[in-house]
């Protein structure tokens, strides 16, 4: 961050008094500009034995299969967001939405809020940003076209769990070019 957003002057980082870490901080007007993580709602939305994937038409990652997911938009619920990614990446409605995992990837500062659902009458078509929206099995899911590692996880857990409907917290880091680790409280 170059400018204050509140006065347009330059910013730089220092650690602001009563504060632990450096913040971009407006050298006229003092307002303190805090980065925070972002959050990523998604689901996991269930029709016949099936799940709801959706092929990206966009980067990152484009042509690789997803769970409908996004940023969180500002004036909702992560519930009302996971809903909203649904309907927007396919045209899906999602109903009886259930919180499933809260996923922390610190290296890219993202908190993923997963829910599990019901895909309402099994309709899907793909919308804006995805080439193919699509029900699979278990054993249909195309493992090695995942996008994500949260997907991959989010996925793993719901095939191991579905009798227990628990919620799964994980931290999910990785290193550019390196392997991924993932712990699971």
């Known amino acids: 961050m170059k400018h204050c957003a509140e006065c347009g002057h330059e910013t730089s980082l ?3 008094d009563g504060d632990n870490r450096e913040r971009h901080v407006c050298s006229s007007c003092n307002t303190i500009h805090y980065q925070n993580p972002k ?3 998604g689901c996991i939305l269930a029709w016949q034995n099936k799940i709801l994937l959706c092929k990206r038409a966009i980067e990152p990652r484009y042509g690789y299969w997803t769970l409908p997911a996004g940023f969180m938009e500002n004036g909702e619920t992560a519930m009302q967001g996971a809903a ?3 309907l927007e990446e396919a045209n899906a ?3 009886n939405l259930q919180l499933f995992g809260l996923y922390n990837l610190p290296r890219i500062s993202q908190v ?3 829910f599990h659902g019901t895909l309402k009458d099994g309709y ?3 919308g804006e940003e995805t080439l193919e929206a699509a029900l699979f ?3 249909e899911i195309p493992w090695n076209d995942l996008a994500f590692p949260v997907v991959t996880e989010s996925l793993q857990r719901y095939f191991e769990d579905r009798p227990t409907q628990r919620v799964h917290t994980a931290d999910i880091r990785s290193r550019p070019g390196a392997d991924i680790d993932i712990i699971r409280y």
Do not use: D, H, I
Request: aromatic content about 4%; charged content about 20%.
């Open 14 to 16: 220092k650690t602001p």
């Open 93 to 95: 409605t999602a109903v």
């Open 84 to 86: 909203r990614e649904a």
């Open 39 to 41: 959050n990523v709602c």
């Open 124 to 126: 899907l078509q793909a």
């Open 137 to 139: 099995s278990e054993q």
């Open 112 to 114: 993923y809020l997963m």
